[in-house]
């Protein structure tokens, strides 16, 4: 299990031969990618500045990983989150899991980023061309995408 936050990219293809390297259990690795999107809805934005609480973010971000862990077989497991400012097409997120069956892994894939985009405590705000912040409000249909997941 891996949980890192940080302001540097990330080379996805190097995380996942850290992930899997020698586990010769993992049948299948599922791993999502999330870029800046240069559009808000129906206005452009140039990037988005990211917030969070050191130390709390870290915690909220190992349970939803643990939880991952009890609700199906796997292997391994990261979850990376950049903060600071990103541009238009930069890399925001990663997260990927292996186990040796496939259901497993497109389910807790799953499950791990719609809970971080619920749960997790980020603060964002997107920048549009003229230079302003404007901070983001939660999404219902990411609350809709995260119920699901609930017992």
């Not at 600071?84 to 292996?98: H, Q």
């Not at 719609?114 to 705000?125: I, Y």
Request: charged share 30%; proline share 4%.
């Amino acid at each position: 299990m891996t949980v890192r936050i940080q302001e540097e990219d990330f080379d996805p293809g190097s995380e996942l031969e850290k992930l899997t390297g020698g586990q010769t259990a993992i049948g299948g690795v599922t791993s999502f990618i999330g870029l800046v999107r240069d559009m808000a809805g129906d206005q452009p934005v140039t990037g988005m500045t990211l917030e969070h609480y050191p130390g709390m973010t870290e915690k909220m971000l190992e349970r939803i990983e643990a939880e991952a862990h009890e609700r199906w077989p796997l292997n391994a497991s990261l979850i990376i989150h950049r903060v600071g400012p990103l541009e238009a097409g930069d890399r925001i997120v990663m997260v990927a899991t292996a186990s040796a069956h496939r259901q497993a892994t497109f389910d807790s894939c799953h499950f791990l980023i719609d809970w971080l985009k619920t749960k997790a405590p980020f603060w964002k705000a997107e920048r549009t061309r003229e230079g302003q912040e404007l901070w983001v409000e939660a999404r219902e249909s990411d609350d809709e995408a995260s119920e699901r997941w609930n017992r």
